[in-house]
C-alpha cells in the first residue's frame, strides 16, 4: 500500500521568502505525482503534475521536483507572497492502479504580510 | 475552462433522510471518484467508476452508494444521512493516461 508523507505539516513564514515543502512516498513504481493546493472550505485546484519520466515542472513562481528512486518530491514556492497562504497536499497513485491515488495529509502553509 | 462542477456548494440535512450529492465533469473523462474529507484524516476515496454504469468501492462505501448513468455525471447517494457523515465531499475527475486529477470545488454537507 502506497503511503504518502508531507513534511512540515505547518510551516508559517515572511512575506518574499523561499521555501520547499517537502513529499516522500513509499513505494516508487509510480506514473506520476501531482501537487494541488486548497484554501479553506475550498476543493483542491491543481499546481504540477510530474510524469515519471520527468524530473521537474515548473509554473510560474513553482518548480516541483521528482526522484522516484529515493521516493521523494519537492514543491519550490519563489518569492512566497500572503496570497499563497493555503494547504498544499502532493497525491501519488495507490499501487495497483494508477487512477486511484493516495495524498498526503498536507503542508499548510501562511505567509506573512 | 474544463471543469469539474459539483451542484451544491452547502447543504443541511436532517438525520434519516436520502441525500444527492451531484457532480458532472465537461473534460470526457473516462473515471470518476467521491471523497470526503474530514481534519486530522485526510481525503478519503468513498467511491470510483472508470465507465459508465461502472462503480467500485473505495476505502470507505459504509453508508454511501453512487450512481452513474452518463459518462459525465457521477452521483454519491446517502441512502439514510447520519451525523457522522457530516463532512466535506470532493469529487474529482481524470482520463486514462495519467494526466492528472481535476477536483469540484466541494460540498459542505451537515447532517443534523
Keep these: 500500500k502506497q503511503e504518502v508523507t508531507q513534511i512540515p505539516a505547518a510551516l508559517s513564514v515572511p512575506e518574499g521568502e523561499n521555501l520547499v515543502l517537502n513529499c516522500s512516498f513509499t513505494d516508487s513504481a509510480i506514473y506520476n505525482l501531482q501537487w494541488f493546493r486548497q484554501d479553506p472550505g475550498k476543493g483542491l485546484t491543481s499546481l504540477l503534475l510530474i510524469q515519471s519520466s520527468q524530473r521537474e515542472q515548473t509554473s510560474g513562481r513553482l518548480n516541483a521536483s521528482l526522484d522516484k528512486s529515493s521516493g521523494r518530491s519537492t514543491l519550490y514556492i519563489a518569492a512566497s507572497q500572503p496570497g499563497d497562504s493555503a494547504t498544499y497536499l502532493c497525491a501519488v497513485p495507490s499501487v495497483g492502479g494508477y487512477q486511484k491515488v493516495t495524498f498526503g495529509t498536507g503542508t499548510k502553509l501562511q505567509v506573512i504580510p | ?112
Design chain 2, 1 to 112: 475552462d474544463v471543469k469539474v462542477t459539483q451542484s451544491s456548494r452547502y447543504l443541511v440535512k436532517r438525520t434519516g433522510e436520502k441525500v444527492f450529492l451531484e457532480c458532472v465533469q465537461d473534460m470526457d473523462h473516462e473515471n470518476m471518484f467521491w471523497y470526503r474529507q474530514d481534519p486530522g484524516l485526510g481525503l478519503r476515496l468513498i467511491y470510483f467508476s472508470y465507465d459508465v454504469k461502472m462503480k467500485e468501492k473505495g476505502d470507505i462505501p459504509e453508508g454511501y452508494s453512487v450512481s452513474r448513468e452518463k459518462k459525465e455525471r457521477f452521483s454519491l447517494i446517502l441512502e439514510s444521512a447520519s451525523t457522522n457523515q457530516t463532512s466535506m465531499y470532493l469529487c474529482a475527475s481524470s482520463s486514462w493516461g495519467g494526466y492528472g486529477y481535476t477536483f469540484g470545488s466541494g460540498t459542505r454537507l451537515t447532517v443534523v
